[in-house]
């Protein structure tokens, strides 16, 4: 069987240094840093006092207020987000054939502030189990594609993968795979999160995952430095419509990329920890590129997962040199949640749209906050340290790695 040709015509970005996708790459560029103190809530007692919220967003701005109250806010970010994207792809709603027009979403956690707030208002109250009766489905994870394809009438595969940090990229292969199949048109993919809520930061706290530079909250997330700390937290979504490319070729639609492949892969080392020599991000690389047929030496440019952490960032750069060999010198690496913080079940996807703006603009965004040289890490690495670099990026591949030892990886390449 033949496999269908896939490309990306539609993006849509909701973070914590853009609530646009073209807000998020300036952002980018730039070498935005979206922490600052929380605001959703008193840290008073909390390690960490500080997260990539949202700014200046109002989701009644973009959803009609009755409505927004029946959705947790991971499920109104995701809409947001999504109807940028539709918007961008410029699809004709009266000419697609909505049945085969999916919506395949990735969360990692899902309505967390919303289970939050009514476990709390019971535990609170007198023991009479007065639940708001949206509870169960503004929590749910897969709300959010269903939201979607409610609003739109989109009747093809709708549902939500779930594998923590992985999450969007997961859905964004199962995306690819849908439509590669022949079973869609067109898939409107990504993910979202909210997880910055008391819950959210006190879990992490607890695990020691999360950065507590509290004095400095804008330079705390820190990948590859050697004195990072751990991740910072961060919210929002990121959307892609996803098409097959003679459908898009045949309306005339704006093409940012051809997105060639994909890979997944399990470290089965431990819940948290990345396997220390990278053997499972090993292999997710190397699915990919084979998925994609590609070389090791055609790629230009990598996202990394690069959370700041101080196992992770040294695992995956080793499992890059292993990679890609001596080409591993000439690939501009970079982790832009030195920027917008981790956001979880969101990060693959917002990651992927920055890997697709800079090949769409030339320009690479920096790795940000870097001022102490790791003796673990390869100086010969290419890390686009502080400042924004151009490159005529041809080739770009993104890398995800969720707790529970997912991998999933992405691949997109220019199209002449």
Not at 218 to 229: C, G, I, L, V
Not at 253 to 280: C, N, Q, R, V
């Amino acid at each position: 069987m033949e496999l269908k040709r896939v490309v990306v015509t539609g993006l849509g970005a909701l973070t914590p240094i853009g609530n646009t996708k073209d807000e998020y790459w300036e952002g980018l560029i730039s070498g935005k840093s979206g922490a600052a103190p929380i605001t959703y809530y008193d840290t008073e007692k909390f390690k960490t006092k500080f997260a990539c919220e949202l700014k200046n967003f109002n989701a009644t701005d973009f959803i009609d207020r009755k409505e927004a109250r029946k959705m947790d806010k991971f499920a109104q970010y995701a809409m947001v987000a999504a109807d940028e994207a539709i918007a961008d792809a410029r699809l004709d709603l009266d000419k697609v054939n909505k049945l085969r027009v999916g919506v395949i979403w990735g969360a990692g956690i899902g309505g967390l502030e919303t289970f939050q707030e009514e476990v709390l208002n019971f535990a609170n109250g007198d023991g009479t189990p007065r639940f708001n009766p949206f509870f169960i489905p503004k929590m749910i994870a897969d709300i959010a594609p269903g939201n979607i394809s409610i609003k739109y009438g989109f009747m093809g595969p709708n549902y939500t993968t779930v594998s923590a940090c992985a999450s969007s990229a997961n859905a964004m292969f199962d995306a690819l795979n849908s439509i590669r199949l022949g079973h869609c048109d067109v898939v409107v993919t990504g993910g979202s999160e909210a997880a910055v809520t008391i819950a959210g930061m006190g879990g992490f706290n607890a695990m020691h995952a999360l950065s507590t530079r509290n004095e400095s909250p804008e330079t705390a997330s820190r990948p590859f430095d050697a004195t990072r700390d751990g991740f910072v937290l961060g919210e929002g979504a990121g959307a892609l419509v996803l098409e097959e490319y003679e459908h898009a070729k045949a309306r005339g639609a704006k093409i940012y990329a051809e997105f060639i492949g994909g890979g997944l892969s399990s470290d089965a080392y431990h819940m948290t920890a990345p396997h220390p020599e990278g053997i499972g991000v090993i292999a997710v690389m190397k699915n990919c590129l084979e998925n994609a047929g590609l070389k090791p030496e055609e790629v230009d440019h990598i996202n990394t997962h690069g959370t700041s952490t101080p196992l992770g960032d040294v695992a995956e750069l080793k499992a890059i040199s292993e990679v890609f060999g001596s080409h591993a010198k000439n690939i501009n690496i970079n982790s832009t949640k030195s920027m917008t913080g981790h956001l979880l079940g969101a990060a693959g996807a917002i990651e992927a749209i920055s890997t697709l703006l800079a090949m769409e603009h030339g320009i690479v965004p920096p790795t940000i906050n870097h001022t102490t040289v790791d003796e673990n890490i390869d100086p010969e690495l290419n890390l686009t340290l502080n400042k924004a670099q151009k490159r005529d990026v041809k080739v770009a591949m993104s890398n995800t790695f969720g707790f529970g030892g997912h991998n999933a990886c992405v691949l997109f390449k220019k199209i002449d």
